[in-house]
Structure formats: structure tokens, C-alpha cells
């Protein structure tokens, strides 16, 4: 084995246990002081058939009716948008076109502040998360037809129209949420959620959005060969046999369902999407089976870390995700601007 191949074997080895540590930290950290022992603890009297202490009656309240959906629900999403950026950035052959960036993520916010201000609620899973799906899907169509019918269509012109999109769906957020005044629980229901964060998630979340979320991503992985051939032009493409329209078609379709199921989970959750697989693409390659799995851990590794300071940053409350990640997002996608690499 040459060294560049042990080196990346390492660097493999240490991603995974990175974030095993990362997810087995998020179980351990949190405002109460109940830990990852506990859970074992409550296990073995649970298997032995003895009666739980007041104590660890409180500590199984909170460890496996709240800690453990969230941190198993954010792993879950975050992995998930690290797929999208992945699928993102092969569909329009740019390293930097993230959902996020591409206004996918804001079309999703749109469908699912539309679903909430008709009446929908926002623990209704599969009425938002198809809502979600709509936005996502119609919004990045438009935006790759778009994309195509410009003269000399370039990332630069990529991110306008991106802009534009995501600018006029978050004018449509902002007029339907003004519209909903009257009703103050109903406009703080949406402004809530569209600010993003998993301080309300349940089990019933974790569960009803594995099998779509996992559908999403195993579907994601069968297009890698394909998509790395896209990478090579839309010419060279359809000479090695790659049917342009149903790659294109399947893609837009995997990656509206994963981030629209994502985004009525927890509401818009910007930058993942960019940073994870951009950092696995410098420490991996670009060749989309192996980009594919090490950001899906990365991204999982980043969401986590990000919900833990989100939860402790403050003492008297928890600071909104969604809020956390543009704060963090927006200066690493300055950075690469500057380093000239869009």
C-alpha cells in the first residue's frame, strides 16, 4: 500500500470515529445532568425486571423520551443534507452549489409556511413534508431551466438566480406570515419553526422520516456513477450513454425529497449542505461514491455539533439552529469567495 492510500485510509478511520465520539458526546452533553450510564443503568434494571428509582424513572423520561429522538433525528437530517449538497453540486457540476445557495432549501420553507398558514399543523408529518417536497422540487426545477437556457450559464450566474429565487420565496414567507397576525399562536407556530431547530422533536418525527430519508439516501448512492461521468459535461455524458433528462429528473427528485423531508422536520437548516461536503471533498476526492459517504458522517458530525452549542450557548434558552448555522455558514462561504474558489 503506497502512502498516499495509508493516508487516506486514516483519514477514513479517523471521519468515522470523529463522529461515533461526536454522537456519543450529544447523547452524554446537555442541560441535565442525566448521562449515556444512566441509559445503561435503566437497561439492566428494565432486562432484570427491577422497579426504577425516582431518579432514574426521571432519567429514562428525559434520556429516552427527549434525547435520544433529538440527537437520532438531527444525525439523521444532517446526514441527509449533506446528501442534498452532494447531489446539489453534481447536478449543476459546481463543488459550491448547495441547497441552500440554490434556493432548494427556501422552496421548501415556502411550501411549508403555505402548508401551515392553510390550517395544517405543524406535528402533521406527511402534509408538511409534502409541501416541503413541492417547494423544494418546483423552486430548483425553475432555477436548473433557468440555469440552461442562459447563453454562457456559470456559477456566478448560478448564484444570481439562486438569489433571486430565494429573495422572492422569503418575501412570500415574510407576506404570508404578516398575513397571519391576527391569529398569534398560528404566526409564532411558523416563525418558529422557519427559524429551524429540533426542540420539539419526538420519536414519532424519528420514525416517520426514516423511511423516506432513508429511501433518499440509498437512492442517492445508485446515481454516484452516473453523476460522476455529468462531471465531465453534458456532451461526454450522452456519449457514454447517460440519459441526460432522466439523471437530471432523478436527482431534482432525491434531492427535493431529502431536503424537503428535512426542512418539515426542522425547518430551514442553511449551510450544511455547503460546508460538509466541501470539507470532505478536500480530505476525500471528489469521486462521488466515496464524497457521498464520508459527508454523509461529516455532516452528521457538523449538524450535532451545532445543535450542542445551540443548546448552551445560552443558559435561559436555546438558541434557534437554523440561526446558528447562517451565523457559522455565511462567513465559511465569504471565506471561499475570497480564496477564489467559486
Given at each position: 500500500m503506497t502512502k498516499n492510500k495509508r493516508n487516506l485510509a486514516k483519514t477514513k478511520t479517523l471521519i468515522f470515529i470523529f463522529s461515533l465520539l461526536v454522537f456519543l458526546g450529544s447523547l452524554e452533553w446537555s442541560s441535565s445532568s442525566f448521562s449515556i450510564l444512566d441509559a445503561f443503568e435503566i437497561l439492566l434494571h428494565e432486562l432484570k425486571g427491577e422497579k426504577l428509582s425516582e431518579k432514574l424513572i426521571t432519567?429514562?423520561?428525559?434520556?429516552?423520551?427527549?434525547?435520544?429522538?433529538?440527537?437520532?433525528t438531527a444525525a439523521l437530517s444532517g446526514a441527509s443534507l449533506g446528501i442534498a449538497g452532494v447531489?446539489?453540486?453534481?447536478?449543476?457540476?459546481?463543488p459550491l452549489a448547495s441547497p441552500s445557495l440554490i434556493g432548494t432549501t427556501s422552496g421548501g420553507v415556502l411550501g411549508g409556511v403555505l402548508f401551515l398558514s392553510l390550517g395544517g399543523v405543524s406535528h402533521h408529518f406527511l402534509g408538511l413534508s409534502f409541501f416541503s417536497f413541492l417547494g423544494s422540487f418546483f423552486t430548483t426545477s425553475g432555477i436548473l431551466f433557468l440555469f440552461h437556457k442562459l447563453r454562457n450559464p456559470d456559477f456566478t450566474k448560478l448564484l444570481l438566480v439562486g438569489l433571486s429565487f430565494s429573495t422572492f420565496t422569503g418575501a412570500l414567507c415574510q407576506f404570508v406570515i404578516s398575513l397571519e397576525e391576527s391569529d398569534y399562536h398560528k404566526s409564532l407556530m411558523i416563525y418558529r419553526w422557519s427559524l429551524g431547530g429540533f426542540y420539539h422533536t419526538e420519536w414519532t418525527d424519528f420514525f416517520l422520516s426514516l423511511l423516506p430519508l432513508s429511501f433518499g439516501i440509498v437512492a442517492s448512492f445508485s446515481l454516484c456513477s452516473k453523476l460522476d461521468v455529468l462531471s465531465l459535461g453534458d456532451e461526454v455524458a450522452e456519449t457514454m450513454g447517460v440519459g441526460l433528462h432522466d439523471l437530471k429528473m432523478k436527482t431534482l427528485l432525491i434531492l427535493s425529497l431529502l431536503v424537503g423531508v428535512v426542512t418539515s422536520l426542522a425547518g430551514p437548516l442553511p449551510f450544511i449542505g455547503l460546508i460538509a461536503p466541501h470539507i470532505t471533498r478536500k480530505l476525500i476526492g471528489a469521486q462521488h461514491t466515496e464524497?457521498?459517504?464520508?459527508?454523509?458522517?461529516?455532516?452528521?458530525?457538523?449538524?450535532?455539533?451545532?445543535?450542542?452549542?445551540?443548546?448552551n450557548i445560552f443558559h435561559h434558552k436555546e438558541l434557534e439552529l437554523g440561526i446558528l448555522l447562517s451565523l457559522i455558514g455565511a462567513p465559511f462561504f465569504l471565506y471561499l469567495s475570497l480564496k477564489k474558489e467559486i
Amino acid at each position: 500500500m503506497t502512502k498516499n492510500k495509508r493516508n487516506l485510509a486514516k483519514t477514513k478511520t479517523l471521519i468515522f470515529i470523529f463522529s461515533l465520539l461526536v454522537f456519543l458526546g450529544s447523547l452524554e452533553w446537555s442541560s441535565s445532568s442525566f448521562s449515556i450510564l444512566d441509559a445503561f443503568e435503566i437497561l439492566l434494571h428494565e432486562l432484570k425486571g427491577e422497579k426504577l428509582s425516582e431518579k432514574l424513572i426521571t432519567a429514562k423520561t428525559i434520556l429516552f423520551e427527549v434525547r435520544f429522538p433529538r440527537v437520532l433525528t438531527a444525525a439523521l437530517s444532517g446526514a441527509s443534507l449533506g446528501i442534498a449538497g452532494v447531489l446539489s453540486q453534481g447536478l449543476f457540476r459546481n463543488p459550491l452549489a448547495s441547497p441552500s445557495l440554490i434556493g432548494t432549501t427556501s422552496g421548501g420553507v415556502l411550501g411549508g409556511v403555505l402548508f401551515l398558514s392553510l390550517g395544517g399543523v405543524s406535528h402533521h408529518f406527511l402534509g408538511l413534508s409534502f409541501f416541503s417536497f413541492l417547494g423544494s422540487f418546483f423552486t430548483t426545477s425553475g432555477i436548473l431551466f433557468l440555469f440552461h437556457k442562459l447563453r454562457n450559464p456559470d456559477f456566478t450566474k448560478l448564484l444570481l438566480v439562486g438569489l433571486s429565487f430565494s429573495t422572492f420565496t422569503g418575501a412570500l414567507c415574510q407576506f404570508v406570515i404578516s398575513l397571519e397576525e391576527s391569529d398569534y399562536h398560528k404566526s409564532l407556530m411558523i416563525y418558529r419553526w422557519s427559524l429551524g431547530g429540533f426542540y420539539h422533536t419526538e420519536w414519532t418525527d424519528f420514525f416517520l422520516s426514516l423511511l423516506p430519508l432513508s429511501f433518499g439516501i440509498v437512492a442517492s448512492f445508485s446515481l454516484c456513477s452516473k453523476l460522476d461521468v455529468l462531471s465531465l459535461g453534458d456532451e461526454v455524458a450522452e456519449t457514454m450513454g447517460v440519459g441526460l433528462h432522466d439523471l437530471k429528473m432523478k436527482t431534482l427528485l432525491i434531492l427535493s425529497l431529502l431536503v424537503g423531508v428535512v426542512t418539515s422536520l426542522a425547518g430551514p437548516l442553511p449551510f450544511i449542505g455547503l460546508i460538509a461536503p466541501h470539507i470532505t471533498r478536500k480530505l476525500i476526492g471528489a469521486q462521488h461514491t466515496e464524497l457521498m459517504k464520508y459527508t454523509f458522517f461529516n455532516s452528521m458530525s457538523l449538524i450535532l455539533l451545532a445543535d450542542l452549542l445551540a443548546k448552551n450557548i445560552f443558559h435561559h434558552k436555546e438558541l434557534e439552529l437554523g440561526i446558528l448555522l447562517s451565523l457559522i455558514g455565511a462567513p465559511f462561504f465569504l471565506y471561499l469567495s475570497l480564496k477564489k474558489e467559486i
